[in-house]
């Protein structure tokens, strides 16, 4: 036989990959006994008031801190979740911890402000995101307005038409729909067009690499924004310099770590407690 008819393959060691794959096996082997022992926490990142300086919401955020792997960040094992379809199973804890917190402030009579989550792209293909919401919102005897839904582009255009519908769900039965990452993609104008939002999220990037140019890009959505009676928020503000041209260029909200870090809800409580609060949700501390 000719010897160059056999192919011959090799790989070459590398460390990166052999890590990724540990975290991967990792992620999928104890992320059952992590919800179930409750080490999945939510962190929640203060929103600003641009105008005011008010705190006006939070964002929540997951973290997984395992008894083995010590505090796991978001971007180490959602990916691995996303890649193997079982997000929905950490948005069901998320959503349902965001609304055990809500609950215990309002018993506690603690001021409540809005927190907004994001639903991954797996999370429409495998539940139906409108109906777990609104189980624990039932449950636990709240109101819609107090939750904010994050959906980014790249979801949208996972399946635009099943989407669509449950946006609709979602703003008819009183939730706010959020536009995260604005400006990330190539079509975040035809997004806009085609979908109805409450509120558009500014891409951080922006922020990272702020410069003249991005302020010229920045006020311009915000006056789009404003045009279409959408609401603004701008996400990774660092600096007094950012803040004060978001405030300038009418930016509404504001969220960084400027004003704070994603913190434990224990941390966040002492905020609700010390900071003034926008009272948009008064009605609903009872």
Same mark, same amino acid.
Request: charged share 30%.
């Given at each position: 036989?000719?010897?160059?008819?056999?192919?011959?393959?090799?790989?070459?060691?590398?460390?990166?990959?052999?890590?990724?794959?540990?975290?991967?096996?990792?992620? /999928?082997?104890?992320?059952?006994?992590?919800?179930?022992?409750?080490?999945?926490?939510?962190?929640?990142?203060?929103?600003?008031?641009?105008?005011?300086?008010?705190?006006?919401?939070?964002?929540?955020?997951?973290?997984?801190?395992?008894?083995?792997?010590?505090?796991?960040?978001?971007?180490?094992?959602?990916?691995?979740?996303?890649?193997?379809?079982?997000?929905?199973?950490?948005?069901?804890?998320?959503?349902?911890?965001?609304?055990?917190?809500?609950?215990?402030?309002?018993?506690?009579?603690?001021?409540?402000?809005?927190?907004?989550?994001?639903?991954?792209?797996?999370?429409?293909?495998?539940?139906?995101?409108?109906?777990? /919401?609104?189980?624990?919102?039932?449950?636990?005897?709240?109101?819609?307005?107090?939750?904010?839904?994050?959906?980014?582009?790249?979801?949208?255009?996972?399946?635009?038409?099943?989407?669509?519908?449950?946006?609709?769900?979602?703003?008819?039965?009183?939730?706010?729909?959020?536009?995260?990452?604005?400006?990330?993609?190539?079509?975040?104008?035809?997004?806009?067009?085609?979908?109805?939002?409450?509120?558009?999220?500014?891409?951080?990037?922006?922020?990272?690499?702020?410069?003249?140019?991005?302020?010229?890009?920045?006020?311009?959505?915000?006056?789009?924004?404003?045009?279409?009676?959408?609401?603004?928020?701008?996400?990774?503000?660092?600096?007094?310099?950012?803040?004060?041209?978001?405030?300038?260029?009418?930016?509404?909200?504001?969220?960084?770590?400027?004003?704070?870090?994603?913190?434990?809800?224990?941390?966040?409580?002492?905020? /609700?407690?010390?900071?003034?609060?926008?009272?948009?949700?008064?009605?609903?501390?009872?």
């Amino acid at each position: 036989m000719d010897r160059h008819s056999y192919m011959s393959f090799y790989n070459i060691f590398d460390k990166n990959l052999l890590e990724k794959e540990r975290t991967r096996s990792f992620v /999928l082997l104890n992320i059952g006994d992590a919800l179930k022992n409750h080490e999945i926490e939510v962190y929640y990142q203060p929103q600003v008031d641009a105008r005011t300086g008010k705190l006006c919401g939070a964002e929540g955020l997951a973290r997984w801190n395992s008894p083995k792997a010590g505090l796991m960040m978001p971007g180490k094992f959602i990916p691995v979740l996303e890649a193997a379809n079982l997000t929905y199973k950490l948005d069901i804890c998320i959503i349902r911890q965001i609304a055990r917190d809500f609950r215990k402030c309002i018993e506690e009579g603690t001021p409540i402000v809005p927190v907004s989550f994001n639903f991954s792209r797996t999370d429409f293909e495998t539940c139906n995101p409108y109906e777990e /919401l609104q189980k624990a919102v039932k449950e636990y005897n709240l109101e819609p307005k107090m939750f904010r839904v994050e959906i980014t582009e790249s979801t949208l255009m996972s399946d635009p038409a099943k989407i669509k519908e449950q946006m609709t769900l979602f703003r008819k039965a009183g939730y706010e729909v959020l536009m995260d990452d604005f400006g990330s993609a190539y079509s975040s104008l035809a997004t806009l067009r085609d979908f109805d939002f409450d509120e558009i999220k500014i891409d951080m990037g922006f922020m990272r690499n702020f410069s003249d140019k991005s302020k010229k890009i920045i006020r311009p959505m915000i006056m789009l924004a404003q045009s279409l009676d959408v609401h603004t928020l701008t996400e990774g503000v660092e600096t007094a310099e950012q803040l004060s041209f978001l405030q300038q260029a009418g930016c509404e909200r504001i969220q960084g770590y400027y004003f704070s870090k994603p913190i434990p809800y224990s941390e966040f409580v002492q905020k /609700l407690k010390t900071m003034d609060c926008c009272d948009d949700l008064k009605d609903c501390e009872k």
